[in-house]
């Protein structure tokens, strides 16, 4: 899948947008809007990101625990090559220490996210300041032709480039999900 990005201030026309491309079978999960005004983009009934999405929670998270990882082996291989599991404690209080370790790191990577934007948003922060909002499109190939269409007929829209997708399989995966709690009383 790829991901295009595009530039509005019109949140009508992004509705309009929206739906066309809902209507030429592209699902709900593949839209999203990036806005400071979330109040407005729900109120237009458009697919926003999640408050959790646009901060680097889930990267610096995982860049956390790499990093807990390794400081983790770390205190491993120094116990070991000290000999110090030798002692009548073992190797108990340096698998708790590495454990701490571990999720401490992952910890604080994770507050260290909450307070940057996300990595894939960070070129438009500077556009979203000034009002405007951010419709990114995942689309595979054979849908780009339809994104593209869409697009050149809208004006207020304007290509801002194209970045990260996720897999398939994760667009697949939510687009069902929305489709079973429809179903779902």
Known sequence: ???????????????????ELEDKGLSTPQLHVLSENDAEVEKHHLHAIESVLKKDVV?????????GAICAALVLLLAYSMNW????????????????????CTWEGG???????????????KLLKQGKHIFFVDATEQQMAIVEQVASQHTNLKLAGSGESPPDWVVKSQDKFNNFMKVMP
Request: glycine letters at 8%; charged letters at 15%; aromatic letters at 14%.
């Open 1 to 19: 899948m790829k991901r295009q990005y595009y530039i509005s201030d019109d949140l009508n026309d992004l509705r309009i947008i929206q739906s």
């Open 59 to 67: 990267r610096s998270t995982e860049l956390g625990a790499v990093v």
């Open 85 to 104: 599991h030798l002692t009548a404690a073992g190797w108990i209080p340096f698998g708790f220490l590495a454990v701490v370790i571990l999720g401490f």
């Open 111 to 125: 507050l260290i996210g909450i307070q940057v934007p996300n990595y894939q948003f960070r070129q438009f922060q």
